[in-house]
């Protein structure tokens, strides 16, 4: 069903690579609304984004770009140092003083959240980098394939964070490879198997860094317990995949929903890819609507002026800051479709 394409489906992975992009440097502190990240996506200039977490955006966009050109890259594909630096290089090259793309040449520390003076964590020597990076690299090819994918995702995940081979970006690369492993080996859209959405939100952050720190330990200790980060991680992907289906079906409902209420108006269905942002709250782009829709400047103008006299979309801001809400023609559309949401499920809550 994921794989199937509807005429939304572009909107909802990109919507879904959006929340991944998002999450994942929020929890670096890197802030930014879902809007401004799609607007990124289609070549548009962010609303409210400053220049400093638009690099960071643009960065991992780029990653996630290339892990999603990776998914299917075919049975020759292989891992090695060439490819995690390259990665690494597309999310910190702006950063040239941090040496992207190359093993960092000094000690590192992850410093605790309560105090920034105390390091929680302390890396493996800079020295016994290459070789503990050249052990996971075979395991990532050859080691333990039989595990189920979401086992070798978390612990792809554990281990390169906790190696922590470069000097800054390494919770972003662990992330980002753990995304990787899991679309290949699970053939699934890249979009569809990440959990930096889930992991950036508030309190799963929170619980996200107390994980890593207490089945790492404070140092290097590869022999300790990783059972509770799988079990954590296992949680993340069922809420992910939980929010991802929602999605799919819920977008399902309103664009057959919103087809019917503009073609009863004497509308073309195209509209919808204009209607259907504004259905989750989104603020609707014309320039966005017109590459959705495949359509040129004066078509997209004449439709969005029509959506917005009939009442479908209500206009705000100027100039550059110009973009649309939904209107109240879209009241009646989003409570029928949203009354049938079911809440999430716990995949342990009988265990506990």
């Known amino acids: ?31 930014a609304t879902i809007d401004d990240v799609e607007a990124l996506m289609s070549g548009e200039e962010p609303l409210e984004t400053g220049e400093k977490t638009r690099a960071e955006l643009e960065g ?93 995702a978390s612990m792809a995940h554990l281990n390169l964070v906790k190696i922590h081979p470069w000097k800054d970006g390494n919770g972003r690369m662990s992330r980002a490879l753990s995304t990787l492993v899991f679309s290949r080996e699970a053939l699934m859209p890249p979009e569809f198997s990440s959990i930096e959405e889930w992991l950036g939100r508030g309190q799963n952050t929170y619980a996200y860094y107390q994980i890593l720190e207490d089945v790492g330990g404070p140092r290097w200790s590869p022999g300790r317990d990783t059972r509770p980060w ?16 929602r999605r799919f079906d819920v977008m399902s409902r309103a664009w057959t929903r919103l087809a019917e209420g503009v073609e009863a108006g004497g509308l073309d269905e195209r509209v919808v890819h204009a209607l259907l942002p504004a259905f989750s709250d989104a603020k609707v782009r014309r320039t966005v609507y017109q590459q959705d829709a495949d359509l040129s400047d004066q078509q997209a103008i004449r439709d969005i002026r029509e959506l ?26 989003r409570d029928e479709v949203r009354q049938s949401v079911e809440p999430y499920t716990d995949p342990y809550e009988r265990e506990r």
């Open 1 to 31: 069903m994921l794989r199937a394409t509807p005429r939304w489906t572009r909107q909802l992975r990109r919507n879904l690579t959006a929340r991944a992009i998002a999450g994942s440097n929020t929890i670096e502190g890197y802030a």
């Open 60 to 152: 991992y966009q780029r990653g996630m770009t290339y892990i999603q050109a990776l998914a299917d890259a075919g049975d020759d594909f292989r891992y090695d140092a060439g490819l995690l630096n390259g990665l690494h290089f597309m999310l910190q090259g702006h950063h040239l003083d941090k040496r992207p793309g190359r093993w960092r040449d000094g000690p590192v520390y992850v410093t605790s959240p309560d105090d920034p003076l105390v390091p929680a964590y302390t890396a493996p020597d800079q020295a016994d980098v290459p070789a503990l990076m050249a052990e996971f690299i075979d395991w990532l090819n050859e080691g333990e394939l039989d595990i189920p994918v979401h086992v070798r």
């Open 230 to 245: 799988i079990r954590f991680c296992l949680t993340a992907h069922h809420r992910q995949a939980q929010q991802a289906q």
């Open 308 to 333: 917005v006299a009939r009442g479908w979309l209500v206009p705000h801001g100027k100039a550059r800051a110009r973009h649309y809400a939904p209107g109240p023609l879209m009241d009646p559309v």
